[in-house]
């Protein structure tokens, strides 16, 4: 579960290191995990999804690793750029559409 | 294709008032949804529809209607706006793509309710 807040957690990362933002989840029957970026003013924007029967998935300069023994997702950002700056929403989804669950979000700071 | 629009972008209103949200998609999605996000948090489902004709409740419904007569419109109905309703409010819709979830999500509307 992730706290309830005004104050986002922050990740700072220098320009072309690697990111890696994590996010614990609360329901194990939860049949899809979902990573988004949200930048500022805008709507979020879906970056990649893993089902729950898949420990790893790889996108473009990204990966999504799922841990379900101790519930825990991560987003592994590769080389990461100043337009990386955002913040990183985990979903879960269970069973029909309508169970989709935000977590609070992390902020990520690319200093260049 | 323009993606999911919204209208207005910024609303403000006074306690007591209705109006409503446009949300408008033009990918021939079959779910929408309605979300809220508030100042340092994650989104939360309002509303949502899988067809035309179809609604339902999501986490937050109280305050909100919906309905859906067209595959292509999603408003969503302030019935009487309070103050605990001052948010960002944000459309998304979805296909039925195999093997994926992928929600897109319009600009968001900014409503202030004093």
């Known amino acids: 579960g992730e706290s309830v807040g005004l104050h986002l957690p922050t990740l700072s990362v220098q320009e072309g290191d690697n990111s890696i933002i994590n996010c614990a989840y609360s329901?194990?029957?939860?049949?899809?995990f979902i990573w988004y970026k949200q930048e500022s003013g805008k709507g979020p924007q879906f970056i990649i999804d893993?089902?729950?029967?898949?420990d790893k998935r790889q996108g473009q300069r990204v990966t999504v690793l799922l841990n379900k023994t101790v519930k825990h997702l991560s987003l592994q950002i590769a080389a990461t750029q100043p337009g990386d700056s955002a913040v990183y929403f985990c979903?879960?989804?269970?069973?029909?559409?309508?169970?989709?669950?935000f977590g609070t979000g992390t902020k990520l700071q690319v200093i260049p | 294709n323009a993606g999911v629009t919204q209208t207005p972008k910024f609303q403000v209103l006074k306690t007591g008032q209705s109006m409503t949200l446009q949300c408008a998609q033009d990918?021939?999605?079959?779910?929408m949804s309605w979300y809220r996000q508030d100042p340092g948090m994650g989104l939360r489902l309002i509303h949502y529809?899988?067809?035309?004709?179809?609604?339902d409740q999501g986490e937050v419904p109280n305050g909100y209607n919906v309905s859906r007569s067209t595959t292509e419109d999603f408003p969503l109905r302030l019935l009487s706006a309070a103050p605990s309703q001052t948010s960002v409010y944000f459309c998304?819709?979805?296909?039925?793509?195999?093997?994926?979830?992928?929600?897109?999500f319009g600009p968001g509307t900014r409503l202030t309710v004093t």
């Open positions: 329901n194990s029957a939860s049949d899809y």
């Open positions: 529809s899988v067809g035309a004709g179809i609604t």
């Open positions: 979903a879960e989804k269970k069973g029909g559409y309508q169970k989709v669950t």
């Open positions: 998304a819709s979805s296909g039925t793509a195999r093997g994926s979830y992928e929600q897109y």
């Open positions: 893993i089902r729950s029967n898949m």
């Open positions: 990918m021939n999605h079959e779910y």
